[in-house]
């Protein structure tokens, strides 16, 4: 009940395509769900979050969509650019100020 | 910027050495974290603090020991260290004054156990 999974693995995306990768939880006790970016060498840093509440959040490029009955969250990124290459993580939180991992996934943008 | 650094950046020690790797934080937040991230794993929970003397196992605990001796450091320590150990490790913090579960990161420790 406490696993997050991750999907796909890896994605290969042409410049100025969109980006989604897709996220999936079990526990309905989770109410918060960030995306995370990791870039080579570096910690994973917060990019977009989302609560139960809303079924989309939108900053920039980056779009959040929920759907709290199917217990799935996905992130897209729009007009993708080779800067955006990087490893993607989703994660799923709860109250007790721990968070749960999906397993990444790595994004190439073609040029 | 949340302010956290992490000691040693890189380390290669042998089998069965003791380790001890550092994060330092300079903002006063209560909860730090240790994960360890591997190829397909994502990232696991080892320990996590919620105060000075206040720590719990996450997920991956065994063969690991935490301290927090003082608000602004967080020590991981691998008592004996084995080749399966060989990751690298991140601290996080969780801002205080954020209503939600944001964490964020330092620049990780790159751990060799030969």
């Known amino acids: 009940q406490q696993q997050v999974k991750q999907s796909p693995q890896s994605l290969i995306v042409q410049k100025g395509g969109i980006s989604i990768i897709n996220c999936a939880y079990e526990n309905t006790a989770f109410d918060y769900f960030p995306w995370y970016q990791q870039f080579p060498g570096k910690g994973p840093a917060l990019l977009i979050a989302i609560r139960p509440d809303v079924s989309e959040k939108k900053e920039g490029r980056f779009t959040i969509s929920f759907n709290k009955s199917a217990k799935q969250f996905s992130l897209h990124i729009m007009d993708s650019q080779p800067g955006d290459s990087a490893t993607y993580f989703c994660a799923a939180g709860g109250s007790n100020y721990q968070l749960i991992w999906g397993a990444g996934t790595k994004l190439i943008i073609k040029p | 910027d949340a302010g956290i650094t992490q000691s040693p950046r890189h380390k290669v020690t042998e089998t069965g050495t003791p380790v001890t790797l550092r994060c330092h934080q300079t903002?006063?937040?209560?909860?730090m974290y240790w994960y360890r991230q591997d190829p397909g794993h994502g990232l696991r929970l080892i320990h996590y603090s919620y105060g000075v003397k206040d720590t719990d196992k996450g997920e991956v605990s065994d063969g690991y020991s935490v301290s927090r001796s003082k608000t602004e450091d967080f020590l991981l320590t691998l008592e004996s260290a084995t080749s399966s150990q060989t990751s690298v490790y991140f601290c996080?913090?969780?801002?205080?004054?954020?209503?939600?579960?944001?964490?964020?990161f330092g620049p990780g420790t790159r751990l060799t156990v030969l």
């Open positions: 996080a913090i969780r801002m205080n004054q954020h209503l939600y579960n944001e964490q964020f």
């Open positions: 903002e006063n937040h209560r909860y």
